[in-house]
C-alpha cells in the first residue's frame, strides 16, 4: 500500500511526545480511518464481527426498538422532517427510524459522511426503501465542522425541523466538548438529537478484550501501512486509561521511512496511536447532556455499558 500524503504529514506535524522513556506518535483521528474505499468497507466489514455486533450492535438496535415509541412521542411525529444522519456509515441506523417514521409523516433523509463510500451506500439503502426524500448535496461528503451550514440549507417551510442522528458510538470517536457544542448551535429550538454511545461501567478488561480483536487490527493496520509500515513490523495493543479505549501499534525494530524528502526515524519500542474511543459513566454523559442542550433523556442497558441520549433544543 502506498504512503498516504495526508498521514505522513500527520505524523510531522503532531511529532511524539515521550511516556518514560517509550515515544508515542499520536495520529488518533477519525478523519484518518476512512480514507480509501478499502479502508471504509473494512469498517463495514468489521461491524459485521461478533463482537462489534454484540457490543455495539445489537445493544443501540435493542435500545432504540425499546424506546422507539417514547422517541416518536417526544419528537412529535405531525410535522415534516429532515433526519440528519451524522456519520451516517451504510445507513443501516437510519433505517430503524425510517420505518417507524414513514406511515406517519413525511420524511427528508440527509446523511452526512467524511466518506464518499459510505455516503454512497447509505444513499443506496435508504432510496432502496423507496419512502420520503433523500438528499443530495455537497455538503453531504463533510465533517461536522459544516453542521450549521447543513441546518440551514434543510431547514424550510415544508420541512421545518431537524432530528440528528449520532449513533454507532461516534460520539466516543470525538473531543465530547467540541462535537456537541457544534451540533448544539446548528440546531434550532424544537429540534432533536439522538445519541448512541457505549458507557464506562467500570469493567475495563472486558472493554479492552472487545477490541483486541482480529478484525479491529486487519482494518485499523490500513493507517499503520499507509504511513509505509508493514504489518511485520509492529505489533497491535489496546489499552484503557484517561477514560478512553487507545488502539496502538509499537514497533518491534527500528525502522525509517522516507516521503517527498522527508524522513521519519521509528525506534524499536515507539508506539503509535491510531484510534481513541472515549467511555463515559452514565452520570457524566448526562452531565455533558444537560450542558449543551435544554432537556435530555438518557435510556441504558441494563448492565449500564450503553446508552441513548435523546436530547432538545
Known amino acids: 500500500m502506498e504512503i498516504n500524503d495526508l498521514i505522513f504529514k500527520e505524523l510531522i506535524k503532531r511529532g511524539y511526545s515521550l511516556e518514560g522513556n517509550t515515544r508515542v506518535w499520536n495520529i488518533a483521528d477519525s478523519k484518518l ?62 433505517v430503524l427510524f425510517i420505518g417507524n417514521l414513514k406511515d406517519k409523516l413525511k420524511i427528508r433523509y440527509c446523511p452526512i459522511d467524511i466518506s464518499s463510500y459510505m455516503v454512497a451506500k447509505a444513499l443506496e439503502r435508504i432510496k432502496e426503501l423507496n419512502v420520503g426524500e433523500v438528499v443530495e448535496f455537497q455538503w453531504n461528503i463533510s465533517d461536522f465542522d459544516n453542521l450549521d451550514n447543513v441546518a440551514t440549507l434543510l431547514r424550510n417551510k415544508e420541512y421545518p425541523k431537524n432530528f440528528f442522528l449520532l449513533m454507532g ?25 439522538l445519541i448512541g454511545n457505549g458507557l464506562d461501567n467500570r469493567h475495563h478488561d472486558e472493554i479492552v478484550k472487545s477490541y483486541h480483536e482480529p478484525n479491529v487490527d486487519k482494518w485499523l493496520s490500513k493507517i499503520i501501512q499507509q504511513v ?52 463515559y ?17 438518557v435510556f441504558t442497558t441494563k448492565d449500564k455499558s450503553y446508552a441513548l441520549a435523546l436530547c432538545k433544543k
Not at 448544539?184 to 432533536?192: A, F, I, N, R, V
Not at 459513566?281 to 433523556?297: G, I, Q, V
Open 281 to 297: 459513566t452514565k452520570d457524566e454523559f448526562e452531565e455533558f447532556m444537560h450542558l449543551y442542550f435544554n432537556r435530555a433523556r
Open 33 to 94: 480511518w476512512y480514507l480509501t474505499p478499502e479502508q471504509a468497507q473494512g469498517f463495514l466489514d468489521l461491524e459485521q464481527g461478533k463482537f462489534y455486533q454484540k457490543d455495539v450492535i445489537q445493544k443501540e438496535i435493542d435500545l432504540v426498538n425499546e424506546n422507539m415509541d417514547d422517541i416518536i412521542k417526544e419528537i412529535g411525529a405531525k410535522k415534516p422532517l429532515n433526519i440528519i444522519d451524522l456519520g451516517c456509515g451504510d445507513g443501516k441506523k437510519a
Open 169 to 193: 458510538n461516534t460520539l466516543g470517536n470525538f473531543e465530547i466538548n467540541e462535537l456537541l457544542y457544534s451540533i448544539s448551535t446548528s440546531m434550532k429550538e424544537g429540534d432533536y438529537l
Open 228 to 279: 509505509g509500515l508493514d504489518k511485520k513490523d509492529v505489533e497491535f495493543g489496546v489499552r484503557f486509561r484517561n477514560s478512553r479505549v487507545e488502539l496502538y501499534y509499537t514497533l518491534i525494530a527500528d525502522k525509517k521511512i522516507s516521503f517527498q524528502d522527508k524522513h521519519i526515524y521509528f525506534s524499536k519500542g515507539d508506539q503509535i496511536v491510531v484510534a481513541v474511543s472515549y467511555k
